[in-house]
């Protein structure tokens, strides 16, 4: 988990309102990208009858009617699935935190 402390000299609620608006931005635009990356990955689930986990884990190109392109494409489209999710689930964990604290930490050493 993460936790975001913003310390501004403008009203702090703006400033941590427009960050958490483009946090929100890029989660939602993350989504939407995982979205049609599953669509991509569906064809080749369908049609070989294997998660992308099992593909990538012991599958060839050589097991693929396409071979290597096919391979290729499949792989790359798993990997970025992972990568989106990633990217995803670290988002998703930040939590906002009150700079106050840090100042009250800071007088007390």
Known sequence: MTT??????????VIQQLIRSAIESE????????????KRIEPFEKKYGVTSKFF???MSAEE????????VHWAGEYKLTLRLQDKLSR????????PNILRRDQRND
């Open 4 to 13: 975001v402390y913003i310390e501004s000299t403008e009203e702090q609620n």
């Open 27 to 38: 989660i939602n635009r993350l989504e939407l990208a995982l979205g049609v990356a599953h």
């Open 56 to 58: 990538i884990e012991e």
């Open 64 to 71: 693929l009617d396409g071979r290597d392109d096919e391979y």
């Open 91 to 98: 988002l998703k964990e930040i939590n906002y935190g009150d």
